[in-house]
């Protein structure tokens, strides 16, 4: 008696789906807020009043260009100025200044300013910011406030000179939008830590779709054949990135996607979850088998073992599979759409229109019991059979005595729901 098997198949398409969901919410994912540090040179900044980028001084930077310095420092400062330990904080002076002016390799926090402060082609010409998480500042006892935008200076006094250093809170999750990106974010490894974990995880669930076990083919096996299960399982997947991954890409990061862009997180993600039904059909597929016995054929899949015993079949037909009628006037209108909408040039729509309206899928039907019909589908599309030995199927039938129809009669439906 024919026994269930297969399950591994579903095993490895969850792996598979699991890895790319997990592992690309993992790449996208935005650290939820950064501090970043950058040194100060009022002596330049104060000079820089008087020759601003828009080439036009006013008559307010104009004053603060001919204050005394003491005097621009407390009005630029406006009185929030944390003063620091040089002994416990004199270190970290030096070595975000060397960051800051452009000291990389001679800083410890070289690799803490944003990608672009090292392009050639973006490199500032003034001082560059340091980046570093909440978790690594003691910025809440300095006075700097755990809100988007608040900014603070701490200084720190050494042979009778002061030092001073701006931090500025970064709220990445309230300050990121659809297609926002901030122009200078602090290095990969800062803004998106778990990216490297994330292509891990996309890595360990294809390695697991490839090496799970799956069960031995023999040559008279009657069952769906692997290529045409590995090409479901590469368009399901084509199907799923795009739907899965724009949201993520639209809003800026994996939490963001769940915030304010939700609404388009849940129309893309409908329209993904069609792939996800692909992957379980291919699944089953994969796990199809019939198998023969003298009084029946069993369909074997890993959700059973289906009898049909030949004495009880009352009808076998050979029938004709086509996608249902609104399903082709869908796709017939937006080719029309299309061709209205002025995209007529590109003739994917009506490719899609006509494969939509002239696909057809050749399988048997059986009618034994009084029940729901059985569907064996046996050819794709173009009539090609995807069943390797399925004529012992048609001769098994025909020698219990059962005539089959062999005049084709068109049906209208989905295979995967019949």
């Known amino acids: 008696m024919p026994v269930a098997s297969g399950r591994m198949e579903l095993w490895r398409r969850l792996a598979l789906l699991l890895g790319v969901l997990v592992g690309v919410g993992l790449f996208f994912y935005v650290a939820p807020e950064m501090v970043s540090v950058r040194a100060v040179n009022w002596e330049q900044e104060q000079a820089d009043e008087l020759r601003p980028y828009s080439g036009f001084v006013t008559q307010e930077e104009r004053r603060l ?3 005394p310095l003491a005097e621009y420092i407390r009005e ?4 929030r100025v944390a003063p620091l330990d040089y002994q416990q904080w004199g270190v970290f002076f030096r070595q975000v200044q060397l960051a800051s002016s452009g000291r990389y390799d001679d800083s410890t926090y070289g690799d803490r300013v944003s990608e672009k402060d090292k392009d050639d082609f973006w490199k500032p010409t003034g001082l560059v910011w340091v980046y570093f998480k909440p978790g690594e500042l003691s910025f ?5 406030l755990p809100v988007d935008g608040d900014q603070l200076y701490v200084s720190t006094t050494a042979g009778g000179k002061t030092a001073y250093l701006l931090l500025y809170y970064q709220d990445y999750h309230a300050s990121l939008n659809a297609f926002s990106n901030p122009y200078r974010s602090a290095p990969g490894w800062l803004y998106h830590p778990y990216r490297n974990a994330g292509i891990g995880v996309i890595a360990f669930g294809l390695l697991l779709y490839i090496f799970l076990p799956r069960r031995r083919s023999r040559p008279e096996d009657i069952a769906y054949s692997r290529g045409s299960m590995l090409a ?3 368009a399901a997947v084509i199907l799923l990135l795009p739907f899965y991954v724009l949201p993520f890409i639209i809003s800026g990061g994996t939490v963001q996607a769940f915030t304010a862009m939700w609404p388009i997180t849940l129309a893309m993600w409908l329209l993904a979850f069609l792939s996800v039904a692909l992957l379980y059909y291919n699944a089953w597929n994969s796990s199809y088998r019939i198998e023969l016995t003298p009084g029946a ?5 890993f959700k059973g073992v289906r009898e049909c015993r030949f004495d009880e079949i009352t009808a076998a037909n050979i029938v004709s599979l086509r996608n249902p009628g609104w399903f082709r ?3 017939l209108a937006v080719a029309l759409l299309s061709l209205f909408s002025g995209r007529g040039g590109s003739l994917q729509p009506a490719g899609s229109a006509l494969l939509a309206e002239s696909a057809a899928y050749s399988g048997l039907e059986i009618q034994a019991g009084g029940g729901k019909p059985l569907y ?3 050819s794709d599309q173009r009539g090609a059979v995807i069943i390797p030995n399925f004529e012992r199927v048609l001769q098994a039938i025909e020698a219990a005595g059962v005539r089959i129809n062999q005049e ?4 209208e439906g989905f295979s995967m729901f019949m």
């Open 376 to 378: 064996i589908w046996f």
């Open 329 to 331: 006037k869908l796709f």
């Open 232 to 234: 479901g399982d590469v």
């Open 140 to 144: 809440a006892e300095w006075g700097l």
């Open 65 to 67: 260009g001919q204050l």
């Open 76 to 79: 630029k400062t406006g009185g």
């Open 297 to 301: 054929l069993h369909l074997v899949t």
């Open 408 to 411: 084709p009669r068109e049906i």
